[in-house]
C-alpha cells in the first residue's frame, strides 16, 4: 500500500514569504507527526496530532509555525514571514494509533531552503 | 539540551564484518527505543526496536542491545552488507510524556565490498 506522502518535495522561499507543507499520511492512521530536520541533525519534534486534535505543539519553534489536520488525514504545515534559520527537511510520519510503542513510518520530507 | 546522542558520526567496516553503532542518552524515562535507516533524499525507515523491560532484541541480522544503567544501546549488524550502507539514527520516547521520539544524530555507516 502507499506510504506516507509530503509534497513539494523542494520548496525555495524568500525571506518573509509564507509557505505550507503537505502530510497525507498512511490511510487510517491515527497519529501523525511533523518533525524538523536540521542539517546534520536528527529529527526533532514538532507536533503531533491524533486524529484531528492536535495534543502536542510543544515543539514548534514560534508563533510564526502553524499545523493543521482538520479532518483527522491530511495534514498542513504552515510557516508563516519565512527565515533563514527556518531553512531545513521537513519530515511528516504516523502511526496507527495513538500509543507510545508504535512505529512510526515516515515520510520523505520537503527540503525548504529559505533565501 | 541533546537527550539522545551518537557520538560516532561515520562507519566504514568491511563487507562481512560486524557493524557496531552505539547510541547514549540521558533521561531516565525514556522506555522505548528504535532504530531508523535513512538513504539520502528518503525519509527515515523503521529497523528494529527494544523496550526497557529487555535487553536484547534481534531480528536477522539486525541486534539491539540496551544497557539501561549504563543509558547506552548499540544496533549490531552481521554480517555487514553493501546495501546496510545508510545513516543510522537512533531514536528514544518517554510513556509518561506523549508520542514524540528523540532522535539522535545520526551514524553514516559504509560498508567497504
Known amino acids: 500500500g502507499a506510504g506516507v506522502s509530503q509534497s513539494p518535495r523542494y520548496k525555495v522561499a524568500k525571506r518573509g514569504q509564507d509557505v505550507a507543507l503537505r502530510c497525507d499520511p498512511i490511510?487510517?492512521?491515527?497519529?501523525l507527526f511533523w518533525y524538523q530536520q536540521a542539517l546534520g541533525q536528527g529529527p526533532e519534534f514538532l507536533t503531533y496530532?491524533?486524529?484531528?486534535?492536535?495534543?502536542?505543539k510543544s515543539g514548534l519553534p514560534s508563533d510564526r509555525f502553524f499545523a493543521e489536520r482538520p479532518e483527522g488525514s491530511v495534514s498542513t504545515l504552515k510557516i508563516q514571514r519565512t527565515q533563514q534559520e527556518d531553512s531545513a527537511v521537513y519530515l511528516c510520519?504516523?502511526?496507527?494509533?495513538?500509543?507510545?510503542?508504535?512505529?512510526?513510518?515516515f515520510g520523505p520530507g520537503t527540503r525548504l531552503t529559505v533565501l | 539540551d541533546q537527550q539522545v546522542k551518537q557520538n560516532s558520526p561515520s562507519l566504514s567496516v568491511q563487507e562481512g564484518r560486524i557493524s557496531i553503532l552505539n547510541c547514549d542518552y540521558t533521561?531516565?524515562?525514556?522506555?522505548?527505543f528504535l532504530w531508523y535507516k535513512k538513504y539520502p533524499a528518503e525519509g527515515p525507515t523503521f529497523l528494529i526496536s527494544?523496550?526497557?523491560?529487555?535487553d536484547k532484541n534481534e531480528d536477522g541480522r539486525f541486534t539491539v542491545f540496551l544497557n539501561k544503567s549504563a543509558k547506552h544501546l548499540s544496533l549490531h549488524i552481521v554480517p555487514s552488507q553493501p546495501g546496510d550502507s545508510a545513516v543510522y539514527f537512533c531514536a528514544a520516547s518517554a510513556s509518561n510524556t506523549g508520542n514524540q521520539f528523540y532522535f539522535g544524530t545520526g551514524t553514516s555507516l559504509t560498508v567497504i565490498p
Open positions: 496530532f491524533q486524529n484531528e486534535a492536535q495534543l502536542d
Open positions: 490511510s487510517g492512521h491515527v497519529s
Open positions: 533521561n531516565s524515562m525514556f522506555d522505548y
Open positions: 510520519a504516523s502511526s496507527e494509533n495513538g500509543g507510545t510503542y508504535n512505529e512510526q513510518f
Open positions: 527494544i523496550s526497557s523491560i529487555k
